[in-house]
């Protein structure tokens, strides 16, 4: 028992510090999509401020001078145009039509319907959300790379397409008030219920993710294997 206190302990703290690097990557990752979505954001603005000064300076030309009148209304409507052009919503992945995406689609509409409705979710859920964004980008490139009647690409359609979305529905409809306070016959809080949920999700991703990558580690250790046999220290002795 004492060999193997210390070998659990180890593994314990690789876990722990595997969690970390997850959480950190994904809170990176959503932070470089704000930025990317504000750099979307001002680029429009700024093409729709040009685009009012071209079309007031184009009117002026045409009806042979601007005016104090006009000069006025372009003081007062190029602004909004700019500030209108970089509040209009950015496009996305349509999460209404989750349930008819295709299993290659579902990483990038879940990520999309989770981070819309996050601050809706307990607190609590953060880690949750942030390990499930983990696996949703790994299995992004996996599952672009098996067909959609795979077994395990199937059995994510079904978690992600239908199952998240609805336990995720159903915690919103409940009156924010009773989420934390109302005590269900089994003891636990609707904030409870769906963290634990969220906390299946995660485990559920993961375990098909590790699914889909076997053939990759298979086929790793048979090349790993290969080179030692033909590279290795040993043959270069012999030849």
Known sequence: ??????????D???RRLARAQAMQMARSRRWEKRKANMGKRVTRGFFAFLAA???????????????IGLFLLALLLVPMAGIAGMAAPIGGPDVD????????????ITEALLDKQRKTLPRLAAPQLDGIAVQLA??????????ADHP???????LLGSHLPELVDRYT????????????HDGRTPEATVVDGLKTVEAELERASAALA????????VQGKFLEARYGEGQATRQ
């Open 1 to 10: 028992m004492a060999s193997g206190a210390p070998f659990s302990e180890a």
């Open 12 to 14: 314990a703290r690789r």
């Open 53 to 67: 000064i071209a079309a007031f300076v184009l009117y002026g030309v045409g009806v042979g001078g601007s005016g």
């Open 97 to 108: 039509d989750i349930d008819k995406a295709a299993p290659a689609e579902l990483p990038a």
């Open 138 to 147: 790994a299995l992004e490139i996996q599952l672009a790379r098996v067909p």
């Open 152 to 158: 395990v690409a199937q059995d994510i359609a079904r």
């Open 173 to 184: 409809r409940i009156p924010p008030i009773q989420r934390a306070n109302l005590v269900e």
């Open 214 to 221: 076997e053939a990759d580690r298979d086929g790793l250790r």
